[in-house]
Structures are given as structure tokens and as C-alpha cells.
């Protein structure tokens, strides 16, 4: 079965530096998502992105998160300024068809903050 | 505002023993409705989708849910669950893939 990549599994940063999340969406796939994971806590949702464009974003997605589609094949998300709660586990998705009948999803790259 | 809700945060069955996990939500048209399964360090794995007619469901691994439009309800059951079973599993409903805040399901030898 075709996977979502996401590297790397693990990063550890310091904070207030600048990070970048990567992920490989599956090929024929046109609607990316990026979600986070607190430790012990929910999944949240915070940003889809259809056509080169956000679609929709939450209000954990403020003006220091921001993606981007480089090159046709990877979709990043960049955090510019990291914060210590910052540190989760960062899933990426993609799905083929608007509205999510399936999710693909990566398998996270944890994010600690130091 | 448009949710689902997990009531469960932690379960713990023996092995080899039913299991239900439940789920609500406050969606007022017919939901899209969604339960994943994280095992310890991976990703989210879909069990199963409802999306309209048969409220049955069956899934991966098992596993089935019911939607009950009277209830708001759209509970996971297993009818006998294995020691793999044990893992976090979310709820989500559409339009917007809000995840429920998941419950973890310990399983017992």
C-alpha cells in the first residue's frame, strides 16, 4: 500500500530556532494535512492544503507555522521560531479527494523543544 | 460547535474479552465519521469510516462500529480482543477531521 514519509522521526531543537517538518505525500494525493499530538493529549488539526494554497487552518496555526509545497513531491511545515510547547508529535496526511473519505498518514516526527 | 467527544480516556480489558469504545457527536446533518488506531510510536492507522447507509460498519483487524443517529453515538466494538489491540484510538468526525481526545485501551493477559 502507497505510505505518507515524513522525516525525520525524531528532531530535538533549540528553542527559538527555526525548524523544518518534511513530508512525502503520496504522488497521485492533492490535499495535504498537518496535525499535532501533545504528549498525552489529542490529535489537533492545523493546517490543509489544496492547490498550492491553505484551504483551512486552525488557531494553533498562527503567523510563526507556515507550509509549503517545494518542489511537487514534499510538503514542509515550517515552525520560524520554535517555543518549548511547541514540542509534539507532527503527523502529516494526504488524501486524493476533498473532504477526507481517506486519510493517509505519516508516521510523525517528534518535535522536542529544548 | 461541531464535535466529537471520547468519554473513555483509558479502558482496560482482559485478553480475549469484548470491547466497546464510545463515541458521541453533535454534527446536526448526517456525519462523516471516522475511528483510527495509534499504536505506541506510530502513526494513526483507519479502522473504518460511516459515511451514510448501512450503520453497521465493518473495519480492519475486526473491528466494527454502529452509528445510532437516536444516540449521536458511534461506538468501536470487538467482539474478542487480542493483546495487539492495546493502542490509543480516536474518534473524528468531518468536515474539519476533529479528532475526539482518543481513549487508551489497555489490554490485560
Known amino acids: 500500500e502507497p505510505e505518507v514519509t515524513q522525516t525525520p522521526s525524531h528532531q530535538v531543537t533549540q528553542m527559538g530556532q527555526e525548524v523544518i517538518l518534511r513530508c512525502v505525500p503520496i504522488?497521485?494525493?492533492?490535499?495535504f494535512y498537518w496535525y499535532r499530538q501533545i504528549l498525552g493529549q489529542k490529535v489537533e488539526f492545523l493546517v490543509s492544503f489544496y492547490n498550492n494554497e491553505i484551504s483551512e487552518k486552525s488557531e494553533i496555526f498562527d503567523d510563526q507555522f507556515s507550509v509549503e509545497r517545494p518542489d511537487g513531491s514534499n510538503f514542509t511545515l515550517k515552525i520560524r521560531s520554535t517555543k518549548l510547547e511547541d514540542s509534539a508529535m507532527y503527523f502529516c496526511a494526504s488524501s486524493d479527494r476533498e473532504r477526507n473519505e481517506k486519510l493517509f498518514f505519516g508516521s510523525g516526527t517528534q518535535l522536542s523543544v529544548l | 460547535a461541531q464535535s466529537v467527544t471520547q468519554p473513555d480516556i483509558h479502558i482496560t480489558v482482559s485478553e480475549g474479552a469484548s470491547l466497546e469504545l464510545r463515541c458521541n457527536y453533535s454534527?446536526?446533518?448526517?456525519?462523516?465519521l471516522f475511528w483510527y488506531v495509534q499504536s505506541p510510536g506510530q502513526g494513526l492507522q483507519l479502522l473504518l469510516k460511516y459515511f451514510s447507509g448501512d450503520t453497521l460498519v465493518q473495519g480492519i483487524k475486526g473491528f466494527e462500529a454502529e452509528f445510532k443517529r437516536s444516540q449521536s453515538s458511534f461506538n468501536l466494538r470487538k467482539p474478542s480482543v487480542h493483546w495487539s489491540d492495546a493502542a490509543e484510538y480516536f474518534c473524528?468526525?468531518?468536515?474539519?477531521?476533529?479528532f475526539g481526545a482518543g481513549t487508551r485501551l489497555t489490554v490485560k493477559p
Open positions: 504522488s497521485n494525493h492533492l490535499y
Open positions: 473524528a468526525g468531518i468536515n474539519d477531521m476533529r
Open positions: 454534527y446536526g446533518a448526517t456525519p462523516y
